[in-house]
């Protein structure tokens, strides 16, 4: 049995876009490539032809991933999240400990994990060493610098 795959509300409705735009206009276009390479002559050699197929079955087994992820997934509810420690959905306020500088992540599941919108993945090395920490605790991470601290100063929602 495959494990749950925790997604927000967002998160879920983006997969399922993404999905049902693969199913249609993805699935459309791929069989209009292989037609299209299908019209130029011999299949055996037809470089193009061969691409297109091998296109669809990198489309599909795409969109076979997105069916099975959403399959095995569970969406969370921000408001029925425990804020007394770090969890999936937390935004952490955490504090570099070296330098002082201070970050805000929210730790979210691999398929919705985004750094340039300050979302992280709770399979990361970060969000590893920040889950189940509390306010003032210190969090050491392990990262390809080397091992640093980090303190938690805030968590919410």
Do not use: C, W
């Not at 032809?49 to 997934?73: F, P, V």
């Amino acid at each position: 049995m495959s494990d749950y795959n925790y997604l927000t509300k967002d998160g879920f409705d983006r997969l399922m876009n993404e999905l049902e735009d693969l199913r249609t206009r993805g699935r459309a276009e791929a069989a209009r490539a292989i037609a299209d390479a299908r019209d130029k002559g011999d299949l055996a050699e037809n470089a193009e032809y061969h691409a297109a197929k091998d296109e669809q079955g990198m489309l599909e087994l795409k969109i076979s991933e997105l069916e099975r992820t959403l399959s095995n997934a569970r969406v969370l509810d921000a408001s029925q999240i425990d804020t007394s420690h770090v969890v999936l959905l937390a935004k952490v306020t955490i504090k570099n400990l070296k330098n002082n500088s201070k970050l805000t992540y929210q730790l979210v599941s691999e398929t919705e994990a985004d750094l340039k919108a300050k979302k992280i993945s709770v399979g990361s090395p970060m969000g590893q060493g920040l889950l189940g920490k509390s306010v003032g605790d210190v969090a050491s991470v392990d990262t390809p610098a080397g091992k640093m601290q980090f303190e938690i100063l805030e968590i919410g929602i």
